[in-house]
């Protein structure tokens, strides 16, 4: 207390300035370190991959067949989200067709988002929070680790969840975090309203559970307020602007992707949804009262002054709409832990706390209640923050001290940038995946010339980027039980596609539980079976059973 007394105008001005030299240090901060990153970024490379390395061919495969010409939804089933395909590709664009594009665009993305926080939250919060959650979210898009892992688990694994993430904070920013008087101006509401429904399209390119998270973030702010009506209205014709617009520049068709995502919707049962819900409602419940906390605070503080009595309630609904969106993602999404929603909950407390007046007679407990606000801030902000950070040490670590390795196999393919660790945690994953790779490259340089068309029906596909070799139409981009499976799952002649050859793992198990016995019935010939996977020749004569 006697520090606090002390230097109580020095914290105070550290945590809460809004001036002008203060968001100039912010941004100048900011800058440094977003562009420090993307240098890294860009210098590195693909990480030596020492995580979920099978999943980083899912992106690949979707923007290899964006590349040459092929339409999500419309060529292969897809229920996954399209747009980090779509970046993918930007980076393929700006350097080559490699893991390393998966990189590149991710970069661009970083700056423009960071960019976007740092507007939205200069004029809503402080300099200190301004730069804490731009470099937040600009970390949450460009950090090779899937949400939940440790921080050297190195990799591109769901890399939608990122996106996701980032795109609903903005938004949530937007709508929940109150401008500062002054700086909303007769436009900027109008602009903002227009942002919201560009990130609403943005989500769901994501993924469809973070769209239905962003639509619930609306209806909130409209029921208490948040949104006026005019500006709703804005914001749907927005969205429905930049949907069309970005359906007509992918060629999309609307009908195919609703297509696919009922299909996806179909694969769990709602009951199985809710279960996972409660499950990580009850997991992470003691966070909710730490969140309450902040804004019981901001009651008391407002007791201790000399105005009315705030009304508690519509803070803490939307303290809880924020958590009940994180763990619905939680349970909707294949992570462990790491809930970046949380952090944002905390900011909203943080900023309600700081817009009451300060007590005459108790200055001292007010700024502790700064202090205090801040810590539990800190409590659910720097554990990610921390990791992402360590997580690109680690990357840079592994690339620029050479602590990686490869296959030769792997080194004479386009994916020459498919680097491992060769002392990580998980060293026999790799292993594994390096030999299946491996498996798949040489089974196809054995029997197949380039100019022949062969689906690839594996839960990622990595070898026809690798080989440089057209995709055919047809297939899934991913195999997962997450988007197909017995209950629900595209007809077997789309996932045959028009090619003359396919190839599946070994003993075709995913398929064959799915389809049945109209994959049993089809009595493909096999050319070669090997460890990982088999080469099946298509007749043209093929008849396929009705499912």
């Not at 993307?38 to 923007?63: C, E, K, R, T, Y």
């Not at 939250?121 to 730069?131: E, I, N, P, S, Y």
């Not at 690839?456 to 195999?479: D, E, T």
Request: hydrophobic share 50%; proline share 5%.
């Amino acid at each position: 207390m006697f520090l606090l007394r002390q230097y109580q105008r020095q914290i105070d001005q550290f945590i809460c300035s809004r001036s002008r030299r203060a968001f100039l240090i912010a941004i100048g901060l900011l800058t440094t370190a977003v562009g420090s990153i993307g240098v890294l970024v860009f210098v590195i490379g693909a990480p030596a991959m020492n995580g979920f390395a099978g999943d980083v061919p899912i992106l690949l495969d979707g923007a290899w067949r964006i590349a040459n010409g092929q339409v999500p939804h419309r060529d292969f089933y897809n229920f996954l989200g399209d747009l980090p395909f779509y970046v993918t590709f930007l980076g393929m664009k700006i350097g080559r067709p490699c893991v390393s594009a998966i990189d590149y665009g991710n970069v661009v993305l970083m700056g423009a988002v960071s960019l976007a926080a740092i507007v939205l939250l200069c004029r809503r919060t402080t300099a200190l929070c301004t730069f804490l959650f731009s470099l937040f979210i600009a970390l949450l898009v460009v950090t090779p680790r899937s949400l939940g892992s440790p921080y050297d688990y190195t990799d591109h694994a769901m890399l939608y969840n990122r996106y996701g993430e980032a795109f609903v904070m903005l938004l949530g920013i937007v709508l929940f975090l109150p401008r500062k008087a002054g700086t909303a101006g007769r436009i900027w509401p109008w602009v903002e309203a227009v942002f919201a429904g560009l990130l609403l399209v943005a989500a769901l390119g994501s993924k469809m559970n973070y769209f239905a998270v962003g639509i619930g973030f609306v209806v909130a702010a409209c029921a208490f307020g948040r949104m006026k009506p005019a500006h709703l209205l804005v914001c749907l014709l927005s969205a429905g602007a930049f949907l069309a617009l970005a359906l007509a520049l992918t060629k999309i068709p609307f009908s195919a992707l609703l297509h696919d995502y009922r299909i996806m919707a179909g694969v769990q049962s709602f009951s199985a949804k809710m279960r996972g819900v409660a499950v990580q409602g009850i997991k992470n419940i003691l966070c909710l009262p730490v969140l309450f906390l902040l804004v019981w605070e901001t009651y008391q503080g407002q007791r201790e002054g000399q105005g009315p009595r705030p009304q508690l309630w519509p803070h803490f609904f939307v303290i809880t709409v924020i958590f009940g969106a994180a763990i619905l993602l939680l349970a909707t999404n294949a992570q462990i832990g790491e809930v970046p929603l949380l952090a944002f909950a905390a900011l909203y407390g943080f900023e309600v706390l700081l817009s009451q007046p300060a007590p005459a007679e108790t200055p001292v407990f007010h700024s502790a209640r700064h202090l205090g606000a801040l810590l539990l801030v800190l409590l659910f902000l720097l554990p990610s923050l921390v990791t992402s950070l360590k997580t690109l040490r680690f990357a840079a670590y592994a690339a620029l001290g050479r602590r990686s390795v490869s296959t030769a196999t792997i080194q004479s393919t386009r994916l020459n940038d498919f680097r491992f660790v060769f002392e990580g945690t998980r060293k026999m994953e790799m292993k594994d995946f390096m030999d299946s790779f491996d498996d798949g490259v040489q089974l196809l340089r054995r029997h197949l010339a380039s100019e022949t068309p062969v689906n690839i029906i594996v839960f990622a596909n990595p070898f026809q980027i690798a080989l440089g070799w057209l995709p055919p139409r047809g297939g899934s981009l991913c195999v997962a039980k997450e988007g197909i499976n017995r209950k629900s799952h595209p007809s077997l002649t789309r996932l045959l596609g028009d090619a003359p050859y396919i190839v599946t793992p070994h003993g075709c198990l995913e398929l064959k539980d799915i389809y049945g016995s109209a994959w049993e019935d089809l009595h493909l010939p096999v050319i070669e079976d090997t460890k990982y996977y088999t080469l099946f020749a298509v007749p043209k004569s093929l008849s396929i059973p009705s499912e």
